[in-house]
């Protein structure tokens, strides 16, 4: 059985920063590509970035580019976010997905976490 459990999630005012942390167990994701989302309330889940293999490619939602920065060693992922703004508020996901072409989709991927909570208000 595949777990993720993401951490560092929490408060923080606009500006702030935050880094969260995706552990994984139960297998070897070195062939996996790692994800994060997050989704806000009443929204639907939304691609954040991504990192294939063993870290060599990551790609970000466009919107994030420049203040969010994915980072991979071993089965751990991170995701360090800088400049923060209230549109970042929700529940932050890290997933794993066999198919590396598929690492927007949210519906291709195999292993979820619980999520970890994410708030930015003054």
């Known amino acids: 059985q595949v777990q993720l459990v993401e951490s560092g999630g929490g408060s923080v005012q606009p500006g702030g920063s935050l880094r969260l942390s995706c552990a994984a167990s139960?297998?070897?994701?070195?062939?996996?590509?790692m994800g994060w989302f997050r989704q806000a309330p009443g929204k639907e889940r939304e691609f954040v970035a991504a990192?294939?293999?063993?870290?060599?490619i990551t790609y970000y939602r466009d919107s994030l580019k420049g203040r969010f920065t994915i980072s991979r060693v071993e089965n751990t992922v991170g995701l360090q976010m800088n400049r923060l703004k209230p549109e970042d508020t929700g529940v932050y996901y890290c997933?794993?997905?066999?198919?590396?072409?598929?690492?927007?989709?949210?519906?291709?991927?195999?292993?979820w976490g619980q999520g970890t909570q994410v708030t930015v208000s003054s």
């Open positions: 139960g297998r070897t994701f070195s062939g996996y590509a």
């Open positions: 997933g794993a997905v066999a198919r590396s072409t598929h690492y927007q989709i949210p519906s291709r991927y195999d292993s």
């Open positions: 990192i294939l293999g063993s870290g060599g």
